[in-house]
């Protein structure tokens, strides 16, 4: 109410305060510089409820005088004209509105009570599922392509709507390609990094997220409920009204520090060389429907053009959930994508992204309101874009830029993104060609394939053990059960192929695309032709043969991260594994602990009394793990005790040293000693 009355005496619609005192207390709003900005001072200098109350019943009747009867709104409304100030103001409450319904949403639902004319939900609540799953609880969000483009920037002068002077201007800006994600970061997808313990890590959060986290013990999203002891990991979901059981397709509601921490753990998980980050605003105007980018080149008298703004005109064919059509965020697939595939480009929930606060070229403070975006071009104000459920007004408008600091809290979530150039292939540290004919030499060579027959009849070439024949055999030895086997590491796939000579189903699974490439030509077309180095620029032709004798319509290959299989469709629908092959793989997880909780929380990958073969050579280096959570130990025996501490309701029924060799070169090899346990699930 006070804002009404300051904007219409400067803009000279009215000549004087209606009451001084309080339009002074009352003008400036709250922009803590930090979260632990706390005013512990003077509490008597607030006026009682009442009073407030009285002021603004006189407010409301001052406004509406102003809107009957002067001379002002005859006129058209213009950035100039005095009337600007009103719809200033009228814009101005549209805003706190959201934002009050974001302390709504904080405060104890003892406090709240929804009133009877609240939207209904954009997506009904489904029932309380503490484990979700990708494809079923959630949908799964692929990236998909943008090519590289211009876009225009700058809301129309003379665009018949108000707009915050931080809107106006002009700019072009070139977009490189990307991918972008399909849908908003659900719920469901956000629960993979609060279980993998993500609030817990120092090295994802940049240094004043990880100074908030502290501050705030946080260890899940604040409008996530916890309904479970500590570590349990099961939520409900507080709305701004009520609490109910996690909504896992719904937007996850979380702030700039956590989504940034977010793409930093989600990059280390696919071990991509160029990380997951936020939407540039250039990029939020890629993504949006093509259509909208006509309204740039927008002139007085052309009503068409204003229809692409769904302030002005809301059409079917861009149904988006703002303007309070529904009560809450919704399931981020409920309303159809645009054109270009994506869904909630507007709505829902507001888009945190890259972009600092800033003016667009030939920016001007509008002296109506000098502070409303000035000051918060200082680098510490992030941009939101998009609107969210609640928005309405400029606020849901094609033309809305709106900041706030990284640590506030409002109806916002994030998609991601990928530089084009990173998003062709996953696995980069491992899947070059001639990482590639390394290990399919490794796997599929004989054995005089491997070592240069002159040089080893001249020297003694060390006694080693076939890695792949011996650990295919300890699963068929300690496995009871030979329906399925899962074969993860699987790398160019040969003990997937022979572990199909025992076991009716296996899947391989490895995280380098190229290596599963390679798996899959092998199973297809039996054979696949690579190169073994000699030395310098000398290569020998070899090729790998699958045996006739063993039927490839008993297994398949999958790429995937091994440490996260809720995330692999292709496993969803199987039966727990009688089996599960792990080889040289824990050492080159981000978290492997995560990996083997896979197999002790749940019976959903390994059944009771099913085994894990867990062979490594523990390798462990900070570039992949977390020294944090290394599974070493002072010697072999406390190495395995490490292991141990991870396989609750496991036994150990087995282990030995493997030695083995990985060919580089003719005169080159890599001579390891892998530490192979067996373990059986109680």
């Not at 709504?104 to 209904?120: A, G, H, K, M």
């Not at 309380?128 to 990236?143: A, F, I, L, R």
């Not at 150039?421 to 005089?448: C, I, M, P, R």
């Not at 992949?624 to 010697?635: H, Q, R």
Request: aromatic content about 12%; hydrophobic content about 35%.
């Amino acid at each position: 109410m006070c804002f009404y009355v300051n904007k219409m005496l400067v803009s000279g619609l009215i000549d004087k305060p209606v009451n001084k005192e309080f339009e002074l207390l009352f003008e400036t709003g709250v922009d803590e510089m930090n979260w632990d900005d706390l005013h512990d001072g003077e509490q008597d200098i607030w006026p009682e409820l009442d009073a407030v109350r009285e002021y603004r019943a006189q407010v409301y009747e001052l406004v509406k005088e102003v809107i009957q009867t002067h001379p002002a709104l005859d006129k058209p409304i213009t950035m100039a004209s005095p009337a600007w100030s009103l719809a200033m103001s009228f814009e101005h409450e549209r805003i706190h509105l959201e934002t009050s319904s974001v302390l709504i949403r904080e405060l104890p639902l003892e406090y709240v009570t929804q009133p009877d004319s609240w939207p209904d939900w954009l997506t009904a609540p489904t029932g309380q599922n503490y484990d979700p799953k990708q494809g079923e609880h959630y949908p799964s969000n692929e990236m998909l392509e943008v090519d590289s483009t211009r876009v225009a920037l700058g809301k129309p002068n003379a665009w018949p709507t108000f707009g915050w002077d931080n809107e106006y201007g002009k700019d072009q800006r070139e977009v490189s390609g990307f991918k972008a994600s399909k849908y908003l970061i659900s719920n469901g997808e956000f629960f993979q990094f609060v279980q993998a313990g993500g609030y817990e890590q120092r090295r994802y959060w940049s240094e004043s997220g990880w100074g908030w986290r502290q501050f705030r013990n946080v260890k899940w999203p604040t409008f996530w409920v916890q309904d479970g002891p500590a570590g349990s990991h099961r939520y409900k979901l507080r709305t701004t009204f009520s609490e109910i059981p996690m909504q896992w397709s719904w937007p996850a509601v979380v702030n700039f520090y956590e989504a940034k921490a977010y793409c930093a753990w989600l990059s280390e998980r696919e071990d991509s060389s160029v990380p997951y980050r936020l939407l540039a605003e250039s990029e939020h105007l890629v993504i949006r429907d093509p259509a909208l980018s006509a309204a740039i080149d927008w002139e007085p008298g052309s009503q068409e053009q204003l229809g692409l703004d769904s302030v002005m005109h809301s059409s079917p064919d861009r149904p988006a959930n703002h303007n309070l059509r529904f009560g809450s965020e919704g399931a981020v697939n409920a309303l159809t994508s645009n054109a270009l595939g994506f869904h909630d480009s507007f709505g829902n929930v507001w888009q945190w992204c890259e972009d600092p606060f800033h003016p667009l070229p030939d920016f001007k403070i509008h002296p109506y309101y000098t502070d409303f975006s000035a000051p918060c071009f200082d680098g510490e104000h992030q941009m939101i874009l998009g609107g969210s459920f609640i928005s309405t007004g400029d606020e849901a408008s094609i033309w809305s830029r709106f900041h706030f600091r990284p640590h506030f809290f409002q109806h916002a979530g994030f998609r991601l993104v990928l530089d084009s150039d990173a998003a062709e292939k996953k696995g980069d540290k491992y899947d070059t060609d001639e990482v590639v004919n390394q290990y399919l030499l490794f796997h599929w060579g004989e054995e005089s394939d491997q070592f240069d027959q002159s040089l080893a009849s001249r020297i003694q070439v060390p006694r080693v053990t076939n890695l792949i024949t011996r650990t295919v055999e300890l699963m068929n030895q300690f496995s009871t059960g030979k329906n399925s086997a899962l074969d993860l590491g699987c790398a160019v796939g040969r003990s997937t192929f022979e572990l199909a000579r025992e076991f009716g189903s296996v899947m391989g699974l490895d995280y380098s695309d190229a290596f599963i490439d390679a798996a899959e030509h092998l199973r297809t077309a039996k054979s696949l032709s690579y190169q073994r180095w000699e030395t310098g620029r000398h290569n020998t032709q070899l090729t790998a043969e699958v045996d006739p004798a063993i039927d490839c319509n008993q297994l398949g290959f999958v790429q995937g991260d091994a440490a996260n299989l809720d995330a692999v469709p292709l496993l969803q629908n199987n039966e727990p594994y009688d089996a599960i092959l792990l080889s040289n793989l824990m050492c080159r997880l981000s978290e492997p602990e995560y990996c083997l909780k896979q197999f002790t929380e749940s019976n959903r990958y390994l059944q009771q009394g099913g085994i894990l073969v867990i062979s490594s050579p523990n390798t462990w280096m900070a570039p992949y793990t977390n020294p944090d959570s290394f599974l070493d130990g002072a010697d072999s025996e406390a190495t395995l005790a490490a292991l141990g501490e991870c396989l609750p309701g496991f036994e150990r029924l087995h282990e030995e040293d493997l030695p083995f060799m990985i060919r580089e070169h003719r005169r080159k090899y890599e001579y390891i000693v892998a530490q192979v346990s067996v373990w059986r699930k109680l």
